[in-house]
Structure formats: structure tokens, C-alpha cells
């Protein structure tokens, strides 16, 4: 009869204690799955302003080169006679 109520002790413990143990358990998981997520969002952005810059000096460049194409004479040496 004593193990029985050792193990109805046992168990009405572990219920009593069993909530908050794994409240703090989720409550440090929670935490370290929110920095996760800060991180995330911190890459994002510093990839998403690396993209943008390298999208403007590209379309500078590609506009410089179609304003050469569309002005070829500028492009050219001018012939000097001898």
C-alpha cells in the first residue's frame, strides 16, 4: 500500500509542479525563437539595402552606356590632319 501512495504523492507533485516547469520551459524556448527572428529580420534588411544599392549603380551604369550608344560620334576619336 505505501508504493501506491508514494506514487499518488509522486504524481500529484508533478502535476502541481509539471505547468510552471514547462511554462519556464517555453517561455526560454519563446525567447530564443524570438531572437532567431530578430536576426532573420536584421539579415533581410542589410541584404535587402545591399540589393538595392547594387539595382541603382546598375541601372547608372546601363544608362551611361545607352547614352553612348545613342551618341556614337562622341564616343569617337576626332581625326587629326597631318
Known amino acids: ?5 508514494g506514487g499518488v504523492v509522486v504524481g500529484a507533485i ?3 509542479v509539471a505547468p ?3 511554462s519556464g520551459v517555453v517561455s526560454g524556448v519563446r525567447s ?4 532567431v527572428v530578430k ?3 536584421a539579415a533581410y ?3 535587402s539595402e545591399l540589393v538595392s544599392e547594387s539595382g541603382e549603380q546598375f541601372q547608372d551604369l546601363v ?9 556614337p560620334e562622341a564616343n569617337q576619336p ?5
Not at 500500500?1 to 501512495?5: D, Q, S, T, Y
Not at 544608362?63 to 551618341?71: G, I
Open 14 to 16: 508533478a502535476a502541481v
Open 1 to 5: 500500500m505505501l508504493p501506491i501512495i
Open 39 to 41: 536576426g532573420g529580420i
Open 20 to 22: 510552471s516547469l514547462v
Open 45 to 47: 534588411t542589410s541584404a
Open 78 to 82: 576626332k581625326e587629326t590632319k597631318v
Open 63 to 71: 544608362a551611361e552606356a545607352k547614352s553612348e550608344v545613342n551618341q
Open 32 to 35: 530564443v525563437a524570438k531572437e
